[in-house]
């Protein structure tokens, strides 16, 4: 079944340490990237990639770091987390930027 | 900078036509698209519409674009309590793929039986 799957689904952590959610797919899509959804704000991009080795900011990447080592995989990296990074984060994938195809999230509360 | 506007909630009765209404900004978008979310789920690519049409109609849904306006709008017919959720109106930014996409807020409805 193609799908992009999220690790983990819910997380609650302590501001500062250091956490990652993992995202791979399995469409052997190009692109993937990372959305934060928060209330009355909808979703925005935190960052993406086009390819392997290929990532670039999308408009709210402060306090995020991303890496695309294999084509399945796009890990997001909080290397010191806090209360404004709280928030439900989508990772999503396309074979050509457009029809993206999302996770299911990952609630992370910062406390 | 590019904005999309959505109204947040809609309410109707069950068997009725659901209307959701989205404005954008960025004229120069390849796709529009319509997300369906549902309570604890994840985004669900509902359907979408290539920038040249005007209509596209996909069982219940029918999708209309007016250019000109700048007006998207998504219309459920025989709206079921299934089809409670939240829908996000979205577009492609600008003409280049960068997988990124220009949310609403998204709308919420609400089906009563």
């Known amino acids: 079944e193609a799908q992009v799957t999220q690790n983990p689904r819910y997380l609650i952590t302590v501001t500062g340490k250091k956490l990652t959610v993992t995202c791979s797919q399995n469409?052997?899509?190009?692109?993937m990237s990372w959305y934060r959804q928060d209330p009355g704000l909808g979703l925005r991009q935190i960052y993406y990639?086009?390819?392997?080795?290929?990532?670039d900011k999308g408009d709210v990447p402060e306090g995020y770091k991303v890496s695309r080592k294999e084509k399945r995989n796009f890990p997001l990296i909080l290397e010191s987390p806090s209360p404004n990074q709280t928030s439900l984060y989508f990772c999503?994938?396309?074979?050509?930027?457009?029809?993206?195809?999302f996770g299911s999230g990952t609630q992370l509360s910062v406390l | 900078g590019e904005d999309v506007e959505q109204s947040l909630f809609l309410s109707v009765r069950e068997g009725d036509s659901s209307v959701i209404n989205c404005t954008y900004t960025?004229?120069?978008?390849?796709?529009l698209y319509w997300y369906k979310q549902e309570p604890g789920a994840g985004l669900q690519l509902l359907t979408y519409?290539?920038?040249?049409?005007d209509m596209k109609q996909d069982q219940r849904l029918t999708v209309l674009l007016n250019k000109k306006d700048k007006h998207l709008s998504l219309r459920i017919a025989d709206t079921q309590t299934g089809d409670s959720a939240i829908y996000f109106c979205?577009?492609?930014?600008?003409?280049?793929?960068?997988?990124?996409?220009?949310f609403g807020q998204g709308t919420t409805l609400q089906v009563k039986p």
């Open positions: 990639s086009m390819n392997v080795e290929v990532t």
């Open positions: 979205a577009e492609s930014y600008g003409s280049s793929n960068t997988g990124k996409l220009i």
């Open positions: 469409m052997n899509h190009e692109y």
């Open positions: 960025d004229s120069s978008s390849t796709y």
């Open positions: 519409i290539f920038s040249n049409m």
């Open positions: 999503a994938s396309s074979a050509t930027g457009e029809k993206l195809f």
